[in-house]
């Protein structure tokens, strides 16, 4: 199900999202851009999406808000290369990046498959996002960020 500001949009299409979502090429896809953008933006290379979420995550972990063991949740995770922005993140303030958890959430089992092939040590589960704090057994306050 798509949603826009918090609100759920219910189209015909759906189906195709979702068969399109669900396709092993579009994870395969997802993953070679991603994995392109990552190298790109390690080397000094701004990739504005990456830019962003690095700049609302590092002050959180220089000012010890995020403190060591930090656990985050990304639901509609995709191929989970947000899992690797945040090593990043990490290293670049001098933290070491195997000092957080990371949880990824995607209604695509292709595309979990695929975070979990990529991005080792982290939590992926395919789920339905709506559900999550049911489905998964997650309590509220249980992830920092």
Not at 30 to 40: G, H, S, V
Not at 81 to 103: I, M
């Amino acid at each position: 199900m798509a949603s826009s500001g918090h609100e759920a949009i219910e189209s015909a299409d759906e189906r195709l999202w979702h068969a399109a979502w669900d396709d092993p090429a579009t994870a395969q896809a997802q993953a070679a851009l991603a994995l392109r953008e990552l190298a790109d933006w390690v080397e000094g290379k701004p990739v504005a999406p990456f830019d962003a979420y690095a700049g609302l995550v590092k002050p959180k972990i220089v000012s010890a808000e995020l403190e060591v063991g930090a656990s985050f949740l990304e639901v509609g995770c995709g191929a989970g290369y947000y899992s690797a922005v945040t090593a990043v993140t990490y290293r670049a303030t001098g933290h070491r990046a195997d000092r957080f958890h990371y949880c990824g959430v995607d209604r695509s089992e292709e595309m979990i498959e695929m975070a979990r092939t990529l991005w080792h040590g982290h939590t992926w589960h395919a789920a339905n996002g709506e559900r999550l704090f049911e489905d998964l057994y997650f309590r509220p306050g249980k992830f920092d960020l």
